[in-house]
């Protein structure tokens, strides 16, 4: 091993660049849904051996020094990201006559921008970089800042978080409730990190304890949680989800609307297996009505005659605000009662950029690219995120889409609503990896909110999900079907304020950080820096 990270240390140029690269994209197999989270355990002692290597020349300015180590960062992160997200180029090839010259922007663009969260990450450690110990915690405090970052900086896109890596099964699931994602993130790069310390002897044997007292506990607290749960939870409500599997080259072509719209109806119709009582819910996927309600009044004369007393329909649907020369539209789910009527609705909040609307609509506008502008959906964001009440009593908390990623939004145990839905479209990707890691993300929310979730997706992956993450019965991808399930009633709180854990974490991996970087310079060592 010393002979590896040696090697490692010691490459300069296209090789080290080449190593990050390799070393992120391997790290991309421990998200779903291949699930090889020991592939971390790899790539991250490799990255820890580069930083090792990005050593500066006396005096360098400070700008010129963190050059380096950010190019290493951004290596790797351009690695993970274009092994974990290449499937969003199969959005456009739906209407490829189109978008497929655009193809480059969406496998390579969003890696290469993305990839600038990790290469600060690296930047922030380096800062605190030492010879021992410190320097793993200072790489997971970065990491843990970086990815924090990634939630809400140029929009948010916090996708496969590095800290779901730790989490492919519910037992690894329930920490998220006591230390939130940012926690999690910080620990689990320590985690990942910490065989790189076997080529080095100072500090090895405090690393190694605090490394496996947090996957102790991770498990440890996982096993606690699922142990408590309740064996058979009395029932919420009964649901019905519809998954249509309609193709997204259809889905918007006015000669098929009318073989959806009936598709939907049919699958939303058939009676309850072995003679159970109707359900209370009825959910179709987002967008699942191809047409404006309000510009089909027949269309709510059938959903009247399908909605039966005491059901409600939560349905995907375009909604229309103002005269067509101004209309807004809002992606939404609507409340349609047993009579008809369009009794509530939500509206999604957190927009897609480059699919729902354009950033910089006016700027691009003005330098010429009017055609790209034009080419997005120009989609209007919700003010709130209400929540909707069904007959039966229970009130839900709705998310539309890739709502569902952002950690802590359905927050810890506080929320008001009975259970969190999630409304998603996700034939855009076909059978690719996207579909997998965004209902994990989908599972892992429900966790942080110890609410169950009930999901409807297109083509899937629609089910029902209780509070501890686990999946109380699903249609698999592609599938076409209704599925009945019954929602547990499960009100979960958090052991205490997950924020304030996650805070306290990284607090003290700085700490750490700085002890030894402070060491180092008492040693003279920061040669290294």
């Known amino acids: 091993m010393e002979r590896l990270a040696g090697r490692v240390i010691l490459l300069w140029g296209w090789r ?278 309000s510009d089909r009044p027949e269309a709510l004369v059938a959903l009247a005659e399908l909605v039966g007393e005491g059901q409600t329909l939560f349905a995907g649907s375009v909604r229309v605000e103002g005269e067509r020369a101004d209309a807004r539209y809002y992606n939404a789910i609507v409340a349609i009662g047993d009579d008809g009527e369009i009794v509530d609705a939500a509206d999604k909040i957190w927009l897609v950029p480059f699919g729902e609307f354009m950033p910089l609509a006016d700027l691009l506008s003005r330098i010429g690219v009017e055609k790209l502008v034009r080419s997005v959906s120009a989609f209007t964001a919700g003010s709130h995120r209400p929540l909707l009440a069904t007959p039966a009593g229970p009130t839900a908390l709705p998310f539309i889409c890739y709502e569902i990623i952002f950690p802590g939004m359905a927050g810890y145990g506080d929320t008001e609503a009975d259970f969190i839905l999630n409304v998603t479209n996700d034939a855009w990707f076909g059978n690719t990896p996207g579909p997998y890691q965004h209902f994990r993300q989908a599972q892992i929310r429900a966790v942080e909110a110890g609410r169950p979730l009930v999901r409807a997706g297109n083509n899937g992956i629609s089910a029902v999900v209780d509070a501890y993450g686990r999946i109380v019965d699903a249609f698999a991808l592609d599938a076409v079907g209704a599925l009945d399930v019954a929602v547990p009633r499960q009100r979960l709180t958090a052991p205490g304020r997950p924020d304030l854990a996650g805070i306290g974490i990284l607090a003290v991996l700085v700490l750490w950080a700085g002890v030894g970087f402070h060491a180092a310079g008492r040693r003279g060592l920061t040669g290294i820096y």
Request: aromatic residues 12%; contains cysteine; glycine residues 8%.
């Open 16 to 293: 080290r660049a080449l190593a990050a690269l390799c070393a992120g994209a391997f790290a991309a197999l421990a998200q779903p849904p291949v699930d090889f989270f020991a592939a971390c355990f790899v790539s991250f002692p490799v990255l820890v051996w580069l930083i090792d290597g990005a050593a500066s020349q006396p005096g360098e300015r400070l700008a010129r020094r963190m050059l380096r180590p950010f190019a290493i960062g951004w290596w790797f992160g351009f690695g993970y990201f274009l092994a974990g997200l290449w499937w969003t180029g199969a959005a456009l090839l739906v209407e490829a006559e189109l978008f497929a010259w655009a193809l480059p922007l969406a496998v390579l663009g969003l890696p290469a921008l993305l990839a600038l969260f990790y290469g600060l990450a690296v930047v922030l450690a380096r800062l605190l970089w030492s010879d021992g110990a410190g320097r793993i915690a200072a790489l997971a405090a970065g990491f843990a800042v970086a990815e924090w970052l990634r939630g809400f900086v140029l929009t948010g896109f916090p996708w496969n978080a590095i800290g779901q890596a730790a989490m492919p099964v519910p037992l690894m699931m329930q920490s998220a409730s006591a230390v939130s994602m940012p926690g999690i993130n910080a620990l689990a790069v320590f985690v990942f990190a910490a065989p790189a310390l076997l080529v080095s002897a100072r500090g090895r044997v405090p690393a190694f304890a605090v490394a496996a007292l947090a996957v102790a506990l991770h498990l440890g607290y996982g096993a606690w949680r699922l142990n408590g749960a309740d064996a058979a939870p009395e029932t919420l409500l009964e649901v019905r989800i519809v998954q249509p599997s309609i193709s997204q080259a259809e889905k918007w072509d006015a000669a098929v609307r009318e073989r959806i719209f009936a598709t939907l109806l049919e699958l939303s119709a058939r009676p309850p297996r072995g003679g159970a009582a109707a359900p209370d819910l009825i959910v179709w996927p987002e967008t699942a009505i191809p047409f404006v309600l």
